[in-house]
């Protein structure tokens, strides 16, 4: 298809299908590119153009494009591969305006990549990213049984995109909507109705620090957000709205939903059997570990729920055993001498 070109050239693919029925042929291990470095493939729209695999489930036509360096891919559709896009461990790689559904891995990147205007559906797996940066952008990522894995070894940015409806009949210990190893920072973005955590940030890496920002998270399950690594998280300006629990800490973690100095502007809706804080971490061996929750709107059954200022060390509302409950700490520690896992509003 574009073996032949040469560095800076744009191989332009008309409006029609590629496969193999017309004459194509397609990687067939990873390490057999069809897209020279620096080399740009334009179509005439995700609708228009589109490269069609085998639909096989052995994986023995392994990927539509594997690319040997640099690329620019635009503006044309993949389907029915076992990989659609794969990238090298070098270079620098822009994929814009590109449908891709039915394949085992839709997008696979090893080097520094931005992703814009982009829909993923109906794949096992929708972006697997490692070893350099990751851009997400304008993008929807919907209808896979897992969205978007990130590496320890990367830092992740999401802006303006949706990821919904993914995870459907997988275990929500198996599968995520996103899955954070390492600093990320999401957006205004959308994460909705995923039967799996929205997020979940792993224990294992290197992880760095996560903050969200004018986001919206929407019946995902069980878990808005899933923090299991020692990392801090920040959220400003975001909402969540009827999670069984909207925020799951589990491990040593930081989370910050407002301070004094910076009002979070955070919004909960909880639901008569939801919890909007779950504070599973273990107490901490000395000190504290406060969760700062200054400058959110609490709401049940379209009712505001005041919550007083000052030091938490018990559930709220205060007495409460089981949902619905703003917040619920696992192994309290002790306003009275500011230590342990506490809550300050």
Same mark, same amino acid.
């Given at each position: 298809?574009?073996?032949?070109?040469?560095?800076?050239?744009?191989?332009?693919?008309?409006?029609?299908?590629?496969?193999?029925?017309?004459?194509?042929?397609?990687?067939?291990?990873?390490?057999?590119?069809?897209?020279?470095?620096?080399?740009?493939?334009?179509?005439?729209?995700?609708?228009?153009?589109?490269?069609?695999?085998?639909?096989?489930?052995?994986?023995?036509?392994?990927?539509?494009?594997?690319?040997?360096?640099?690329? =620019?891919?635009?503006?044309?559709?993949?389907?029915?591969?076992?990989?659609?896009? =794969?990238?090298?461990?070098?270079?620098?790689?822009?994929?814009?305006?590109?449908?891709?559904? /039915?394949?085992?891995?839709?997008?696979?990147?090893?080097?520094?990549?931005?992703?814009?205007?982009?829909?993923?559906?109906?794949?096992?797996?929708?972006?697997?990213?490692?070893?350099?940066?990751?851009?997400?952008?304008?993008?929807?990522?919907?209808?896979?049984?897992?969205?978007?894995?990130?590496?320890?070894?990367?830092?992740?940015?999401?802006?303006?995109?949706?990821?919904?409806?993914?995870?459907?009949?997988?275990?929500?210990?198996?599968?995520?909507?996103?899955?954070?190893?390492?600093?990320?920072?999401?957006?205004?973005?959308?994460?909705?109705?995923?039967?799996?955590?929205?997020?979940?940030?792993?224990? /294992?890496?290197?992880? /760095?620090?996560?903050?969200?920002?004018?986001?919206?998270?929407?019946?995902?399950?069980?878990?808005?957000?899933?923090?299991?690594?020692?990392?801090?998280?920040?959220?400003?300006?975001?909402?969540?709205?009827?999670?069984?629990?909207?925020?799951?800490?589990?491990?040593?973690?930081?989370?910050?939903?407002?301070?004094?100095?910076?009002?979070?502007?955070?919004?909960?809706?909880?639901?008569?059997?939801?919890?909007?804080?779950?504070?599973?971490?273990?107490?901490?061996?000395?000190?504290?570990?406060?969760?700062?929750?200054?400058?959110?709107?609490?709401? =049940?059954?379209?009712?505001?729920?005041?919550?007083?200022?000052?030091?938490?060390?018990?559930?709220?509302?205060?007495?409460?055993?089981?949902?619905?409950?703003?917040?619920?700490?696992?192994?309290?520690?002790?306003?009275?001498?500011?230590?342990?896992?506490?809550?300050?509003?």
């Amino acid at each position: 298809m574009a073996k032949l070109a040469a560095a800076g050239d744009t191989v332009l693919l008309k409006a029609g299908t590629y496969d193999i029925a017309n004459g194509e042929t397609f990687p067939r291990t990873p390490y057999d590119w069809n897209v020279p470095d620096d080399v740009t493939i334009q179509g005439e729209g995700w609708d228009a153009t589109l490269l069609r695999g085998p639909d096989d489930a052995n994986c023995e036509t392994n990927s539509a494009l594997v690319l040997q360096g640099s690329a =620019r891919i635009r503006a044309l559709g993949v389907v029915a591969f076992c990989n659609g896009i =794969r990238s090298s461990t070098k270079g620098v790689v822009e994929i814009q305006a590109v449908k891709i559904r /039915g394949t085992q891995t839709a997008v696979e990147l090893s080097t520094n990549a931005t992703l814009d205007l982009m829909d993923i559906s109906s794949s096992k797996t929708a972006i697997n990213s490692s070893h350099g940066p990751l851009t997400i952008i304008n993008s929807r990522v919907h209808e896979n049984r897992s969205g978007i894995h990130v590496d320890d070894s990367m830092p992740l940015v999401v802006t303006a995109s949706e990821i919904d409806h993914n995870c459907r009949g997988e275990s929500p210990d198996e599968s995520q909507a996103i899955l954070l190893k390492n600093e990320a920072t999401l957006t205004d973005v959308r994460v909705h109705d995923n039967e799996c955590p929205g997020i979940r940030v792993s224990a /294992g890496g290197l992880t /760095g620090p996560i903050v969200i920002a004018k986001s919206y998270f929407d019946e995902n399950k069980p878990a808005a957000i899933t923090v299991d690594a020692a990392v801090r998280t920040t959220i400003r300006e975001s909402h969540f709205f009827e999670h069984k629990q909207a925020i799951r800490l589990n491990g040593e973690s930081n989370l910050d939903l407002g301070t004094p100095e910076e009002p979070g502007n955070n919004s909960f809706t909880v639901c008569d059997t939801c919890d909007a804080i779950f504070d599973a971490r273990p107490a901490p061996a000395q000190g504290s570990n406060p969760i700062t929750v200054k400058g959110i709107s609490w709401t =049940r059954g379209g009712d505001a729920l005041p919550v007083p200022m000052g030091c938490f060390d018990t559930d709220y509302p205060k007495g409460s055993t089981s949902p619905p409950r703003l917040w619920h700490i696992e192994h309290p520690g002790r306003c009275a001498t500011a230590t342990g896992n506490i809550i300050l509003n």
